[in-house]
Structures are given as structure tokens and as C-alpha cells.
């Protein structure tokens, strides 16, 4: 059987291998980019935060998350760090169960894949886009530049248009549209949030534990902990990512984020905290007033932010000020004005719709033979290794299931 992967992502090289399992297919591989693999090689910082050990549905989103569970169940994270082993590559869990290749490095998990690829002769052509995929009695005719090559299978792995710059495309949707398929709208997830910038731009490149919170109004959207990071145009960090999704998809019109700097610390702890303080150096100017709780730059920008004088001393801060100031701390407010666009979001949120695929084998419902598996697809998960953790199990269920012909 032919079998062609459009796309050399991870999920297009999962679905690549696992087809390949069956030694009589000859499977083929189309990637438009120079070198198959290019965005993976970049993710995580360069780290490739490859899975999850608590991927479930529950961090999935979508028009219907649910239609992830029996490609997770069929090829969880156990399984996918059990399949690496055996590939040769070592890992290690971190926090939160993310789980990162030993050697610290996106090209460990990359250089495995392509050597097993080698080892198993898939042919994966590079500088080679597919532009048409026709219907046949057959089969498929695959159109990439001036070849036309016919398949019994083809799968779709062309991911979505997030990362532009390391790879991101709207091809694949494109291929499956023409083919009869409908698609969701598309937004940019785990990506910075754009807020008003007066005060992250004065505190370029600090990072916060904190808790961040999204309100629309007075109400709350959604809710996080973790390392934030300040930037020229708003927020970055893991923490942040978890959240703008929420604000990617809704109304920026009157969202806001409300930042707390001390979350393991009640408002009156940080209030008698700074009493004693003042109790114990009333000489202190006021710009050193929070020296050692917080980070020193972020410490004076919370001050301003309660509109304090710094060259105040600290024993001239009235009852109200010091309240004040331990209000600023745990309910820091940032006005989202959005997010960034899809050429710095790691994860496309949308896409082709689910309920127009087997949820048992990815294939599609409209057109036997063709199936679909990643990001092209519309699930999308949450930061910490869920959507690389899709990428593997989607993309192994559509290869075996494509070779097995089902």
C-alpha cells in the first residue's frame, strides 16, 4: 500500500513510523520546509517539552475536546516515552509532569525520529509542498510542484499557522477544505497577552511567581499560577500561556488581568509584613520598602503603581498607604489589549472540525481513505507538553490506521 504524509511535523512523523510498521507499504512523506521537523526542533525554548504524564481531555480544548480521548487512551504518555526509550531517547519529568528529553535539547527528539524514519526507508521529500490532493476511483493523485504522484492513503499533518517563523501554515487546511471539509475559526494560543504597557515595558525581562487571574469586568474568565515575564508590549511566561486561549477566543474590549505577586500570602500577612518593616528600619526610603520580597524593580513599580512617593521614608506611610500598598501586591490590574499574532503563538486554537473525522481512526468522514492528525485538526491543548503529546498519539492512530486500511 502507498501511503502519503503531507506534513513532517511531529505528528506527520509519527504517523510516518507507525505506518511504516507494516513492511510492505511504501510510505512517503511530503514537508514544504528544507528540513523536516523545523518547528518541532524549536520548541520548548529548544527544550521540547515532549508530553504531559497528566495528559487527559480535561486539558484539551475545542469544539468537542472529547473527541481526543481514545487517541490519548490508545497512546498515552507512558506509551510515548516508553516508544522514545526505545528509539534511544533518554527523559526526565519535571514540575507539572512535563516531560523534556535528558540531553535538554529539541534536537534529541528530532535526531531519533529522523533516524528511525532512515531505518524504516521512508522517503521524506523536502523543499516539497503539496499543493493538490484529487479524489480518485483509485485512490489520491498528490500534486507538489510539477510531480503528480498517486497514493492508496494520504494523511494530513500539515499543523496550523502558528510559529509562522519556524513553520506554520494554513496549507493543510487549505488541502482539506478543497476536499470538502469545513474548519472552525482560527486564533493564536500560548502566546504572549498584549496589555497596556506602561508598566510591563518599565519592567522588561522580570520574571514573577504569581497568580494571574482574567476577569472581563468583574467577572472572572480564568485563572493561573506561575512564571510570568514582562515584556515591551505586555506578558509572557508558561503561566501566562495557560491563559490566552481565554483571551485569544473572546472580547479584548474589557478584559483585564489582575496579578498577585505574594499568592502564598493573605492581604493582611503582606500588611503586617510591611508594618514590621517599617517598625524595624523607619529610616528606609520607600523604594526599598519591598527589598527581598519581590523582585527590586518590580518592588518600586508597585509602589508607583500605589501612587507612593520612593524617596519617602518608609515611617511617614500613613495606615490607608500601607494597606494600599499591600492591595497594589496582590491585585496588581494589567488592561489586556490582546494577544500577539500567529507568528509568535506556539499552538493554533481551532481548525478542521472533529465531528467530520473518525474519533477511532482519523479518518475522515466525507472522503474514504484520507485522514488527519495534529493541529490541522480542532484540538488544541494546554502549555506543558499536551499538544505534542496530541501530535504523537493522533498521529500514531492515523498511520496504523491507514495502513490497516480501516
Same mark, same amino acid.
Request: glycine letters at 10%; a neutral charge; hydrophobic letters at 35%.
Given at each position: 500500500?502507498?501511503?502519503?504524509?503531507?506534513?513532517?511535523?511531529?505528528?506527520?512523523?509519527?504517523?510516518?513510523?507507525?505506518?511504516?510498521?507494516?513492511? *510492505?507499504?511504501?510510505?512517503?512523506?511530503?514537508?514544504?520546509?528544507?528540513? +523536516?521537523?523545523?518547528? @518541532?526542533?524549536?520548541?520548548?525554548?529548544?527544550?521540547?517539552?515532549?508530553?504531559?504524564?497528566?495528559?487527559?481531555?480535561?486539558?484539551?480544548?475545542?469544539?468537542?475536546?472529547?473527541? +481526543?480521548?481514545?487517541?490519548?487512551?490508545?497512546?498515552?504518555?507512558?506509551?510515548?516515552?516508553?516508544?522514545?526509550?526505545?528509539?534511544?531517547?533518554?527523559?526526565?519529568?519535571?514540575?507539572?509532569?512535563?516531560?523534556?528529553?535528558?540531553?535538554?535539547?529539541?534536537?534529541?527528539? @528530532?535526531?531519533?525520529?529522523?533516524?528511525?524514519?532512515?531505518?524504516?526507508?521512508?522517503?521524506?521529500?523536502?523543499?516539497?509542498?503539496?499543493?493538490?490532493?484529487?479524489?480518485?476511483?483509485?485512490?489520491?493523485?498528490?500534486?507538489?510542484?510539477?510531480?503528480?504522484?498517486?497514493?492508496?492513503?494520504?494523511?494530513?499533518?500539515?499543523?496550523?499557522?502558528?510559529?509562522?517563523?519556524?513553520?506554520? *501554515?494554513?496549507?493543510?487546511?487549505?488541502? @482539506?477544505?478543497?476536499?470538502?471539509?469545513?474548519?472552525?475559526?482560527?486564533?493564536?494560543?500560548?502566546?504572549?497577552?498584549?496589555?497596556?504597557?506602561?508598566?510591563?515595558?518599565?519592567?522588561?525581562?522580570?520574571?514573577?511567581?504569581?497568580?494571574? =487571574?482574567?476577569?472581563?469586568? =468583574?467577572?472572572?474568565?480564568?485563572?493561573?499560577?506561575?512564571?510570568?515575564?514582562?515584556?515591551?508590549?505586555?506578558?509572557?511566561?508558561?503561566?501566562?500561556?495557560?491563559?490566552?486561549?481565554?483571551?485569544?477566543?473572546?472580547?479584548?474590549?474589557?478584559?483585564? &488581568?489582575?496579578?498577585?505577586?505574594?499568592?502564598?500570602?493573605?492581604?493582611?500577612?503582606?500588611?503586617?509584613?510591611?508594618?514590621?518593616?517599617?517598625?524595624?528600619?523607619?529610616?528606609?526610603?520607600?523604594?526599598?520598602?519591598?527589598?527581598?520580597?519581590?523582585?527590586?524593580?518590580?518592588?518600586?513599580?508597585?509602589?508607583?503603581?500605589?501612587?507612593?512617593?520612593?524617596?519617602?521614608?518608609?515611617?511617614?506611610?500613613?495606615?490607608?498607604?500601607?494597606?494600599?500598598?499591600?492591595?497594589?501586591?496582590?491585585?496588581?490590574?494589567?488592561?489586556?489589549?490582546?494577544?500577539?499574532?500567529?507568528?509568535?503563538?506556539?499552538?493554533?486554537?481551532?481548525?478542521?472540525?472533529?465531528?467530520?473525522?473518525?474519533?477511532?481512526?482519523?479518518?475522515?468522514?466525507?472522503?474514504?481513505?484520507?485522514?488527519?492528525?495534529?493541529?490541522? &485538526?480542532?484540538?488544541?491543548?494546554?502549555?506543558?507538553?499536551?499538544?505534542?503529546?496530541?501530535?504523537?498519539?493522533?498521529?500514531?492512530?492515523?498511520?496504523?490506521?491507514?495502513?490497516?486500511?480501516?
Amino acid at each position: 500500500m502507498k501511503i502519503c504524509i503531507i506534513g513532517a511535523g511531529a505528528s506527520g512523523m509519527m504517523a510516518a513510523l507507525a505506518a511504516s510498521e507494516r513492511k *510492505t507499504n511504501i510510505v512517503t512523506v511530503f514537508e514544504r520546509q528544507q528540513r +523536516a521537523g523545523k518547528k @518541532l526542533s524549536v520548541t520548548g525554548n529548544g527544550r521540547c517539552n515532549l508530553t504531559n504524564t497528566n495528559a487527559s481531555v480535561t486539558y484539551y480544548h475545542g469544539q468537542s475536546p472529547e473527541f +481526543a480521548a481514545f487517541a490519548l487512551s490508545s497512546f498515552g504518555p507512558e506509551e510515548v516515552r516508553a516508544y522514545f526509550k526505545k528509539l534511544g531517547l533518554l527523559t526526565t519529568e519535571e514540575y507539572g509532569g512535563r516531560v523534556y528529553p535528558l540531553s535538554n535539547s529539541a534536537n534529541s527528539v @528530532l535526531d531519533v525520529l529522523r533516524l528511525r524514519a532512515v531505518s524504516c526507508e521512508i522517503d521524506i521529500k523536502t523543499s516539497c509542498e503539496a499543493e493538490i490532493i484529487t479524489k480518485t476511483a483509485e485512490g489520491f493523485k498528490v500534486t507538489a510542484g510539477a510531480e503528480t504522484e498517486t497514493f492508496d492513503r494520504v494523511i494530513v499533518a500539515c499543523g496550523g499557522p502558528a510559529g509562522r517563523k519556524a513553520g506554520g *501554515t494554513e496549507s493543510g487546511i487549505k488541502l @482539506l477544505k478543497s476536499l470538502g471539509h469545513s474548519c472552525t475559526a482560527l486564533y493564536p494560543s500560548l502566546v504572549q497577552i498584549r496589555t497596556d504597557p506602561v508598566y510591563p515595558r518599565a519592567l522588561k525581562g522580570i520574571k514573577a511567581d504569581c497568580r494571574i =487571574s482574567l476577569f472581563s469586568c =468583574s467577572e472572572k474568565r480564568a485563572e493561573t499560577e506561575g512564571e510570568l515575564l514582562f515584556t515591551d508590549s505586555g506578558v509572557s511566561g508558561p503561566a501566562v500561556f495557560d491563559i490566552s486561549r481565554q483571551v485569544s477566543v473572546g472580547s479584548g474590549d474589557d478584559l483585564y &488581568l489582575m496579578l498577585d505577586f505574594l499568592k502564598d500570602s493573605s492581604a493582611e500577612e503582606v500588611t503586617e509584613m510591611i508594618r514590621q518593616r517599617i517598625e524595624l528600619m523607619p529610616e528606609l526610603p520607600c523604594s526599598d520598602l519591598l527589598t527581598g520580597t519581590v523582585h527590586n524593580r518590580l518592588g518600586r513599580m508597585v509602589l508607583k503603581y500605589s501612587a507612593i512617593a520612593q524617596e519617602k521614608k518608609i515611617s511617614e506611610l500613613s495606615s490607608s498607604d500601607v494597606k494600599k500598598i499591600a492591595y497594589s501586591i496582590k491585585n496588581f490590574i494589567l488592561k489586556v489589549a490582546g494577544t500577539e499574532s500567529f507568528d509568535n503563538a506556539q499552538v493554533t486554537a481551532g481548525g478542521i472540525r472533529t465531528s467530520e473525522f473518525d474519533t477511532e481512526t482519523m479518518e475522515s468522514r466525507i472522503v474514504p481513505g484520507l485522514y488527519a492528525c495534529g493541529e490541522v &485538526l480542532d484540538i488544541d491543548g494546554d502549555c506543558g507538553g499536551f499538544n505534542l503529546q496530541w501530535a504523537w498519539a493522533s498521529g500514531r492512530l492515523a498511520g496504523l490506521s491507514a495502513s490497516a486500511g480501516k
